[in-house]
C-alpha cells in the first residue's frame, strides 16, 4: 500500500524545510522510505507507535523516550540482516520531523551535505553522513522521489534552501512542540478589532448623552398631562 502522505507531515517538512534547510522532498521521500509497514496509514510499527517517521536511532546522547524494535541492518555485501535496536519515541510527528532536520544539520552530514546543488547529491550527502547502512539508499531516495514528484514541494533550488535557512524556531520539550510563528500576530490582530468597536460604541453613547443635555438645555419640555393623556408646554423651572 505504501506510505500514505499527510498534510500533516507536508506541512512539517516544508516548515523543517524554511527553518533548517533541509529540501522538503528529501524529508518526505525518507518517510516513505524507512516508514512503510501494515499499520493505518501504512506506516510501520516504528512510525504508528512511536511517532518515529525516520528510524532514527537512539543513540547515547538521547535522553528522551526510547522503544526496542526489531530492524534490517546491511552488512558485507550490502547483504540484510535482522537485529534488535533502541529507537527513539517522540510525541507527535511533528516533534519527529524537527528532531529529523536537527540531525542533518549536523556537522557529520552537512560536511557533504552544503555543497549540494541537485536533491540526488544531497541523498548521497546524507548516506556518506552515514544515515543509512543501504548502500542503494540514496538512490532510492531518488527514484521516490522522481516517482512522487515530491520536489514540488520543495521552495526552490537545492543550494538556495540551505542557505535560506533561519536556524529554527520550533522549541521541543516536556513532549510538546511550540510553534512560535504567527500565532501571536493572529491574537493582536483580534484583539485590536474587538478594541475598535468598543471606541466606536463609547463615541456613539457620549453623542447619544450630549444631544439629550442640548435639548434639555432649552426653555421647556414636552410633558404628558396624567389627567388628559394630551401634551402640555411646562415652563423649565414652573
Known amino acids: 500500500m505504501g506510505v500514505q ?24 521521500a525518507q518517510i516513505v522510505l524507512e516508514s512503510g509497514g501494515s499499520n493505518p496509514g501504512g506506516l510501520s510499527g516504528l512510525a504508528y507507535n512511536a511517532k518515529n517517521l525516520f528510524g532514527i536511532k537512539a543513540g547515547s546522547s538521547w535522553v528522551g523516550a526510547v522503544v526496542r524494535m526489531l530492524t ?7 547483504k540484510p540482516y535482522k537485529t534488535y535496536a533502541n529507537f527513539r519515541k517522540y510525541n507527535s510527528y511533528q516533534e519527529s520531523i ?10 557529520r552530514y552537512t560536511k557533504h551535505t552544503n555543497g549540494a546543488t541537485t536533491l540526488e547529491e544531497y541523498a548521497r550527502g546524507i548516506k556518506a553522513g552515514g544515515y543509512a547502512t543501504d548502500a542503494n539508499y ?3 531516495l531518488v527514484n521516490i522521489i522522481n516517482k512522487q514528484g515530491l520536489n514540488k514541494y520543495d521552495g526552490g533550488s537545492v543550494q538556495n534552501i540551505i542557505k535560506g535557512a533561519t536556524g529554527g524556531t520550533s522549541v521541543i520539550g ?11 500576530g493572529g491574537s493582536s490582530s483580534n484583539l485590536k478589532w474587538w478594541g475598535n468597536i468598543v ?24 410633558n404628558i398631562d ?13
Open 199 to 222: 471606541v466606536v460604541v463609547i463615541v456613539i453613547l457620549l453623542i447619544g448623552v450630549g444631544l439629550v443635555f442640548f435639548v434639555g438645555s432649552f426653555g421647556g419640555v414636552d
Open 72 to 78: 534490517t541492518e546491511y552488512g558485507k555485501g550490502n
Open 5 to 28: 502522505l499527510t498534510q500533516e507531515m507536508i506541512a512539517g517538512a516544508q516548515r523543517a524545510e524554511k527553518e533548517y534547510g533541509v529540501p522538503a522532498s528529501i524529508s518526505l
Open 174 to 184: 516536556g513532549g510538546t512542540t511550540m510553534d512560535t510563528t504567527g500565532q501571536q
Open 138 to 140: 540514496a538512490q532510492q
Open 226 to 238: 396624567p389627567v388628559s393623556k394630551t401634551k402640555k408646554f411646562v415652563k423649565k423651572g414652573a
Open 98 to 107: 524537527v528532531d529529523h532536520a536537527k540531525l542533518l544539520k549536523n556537522s
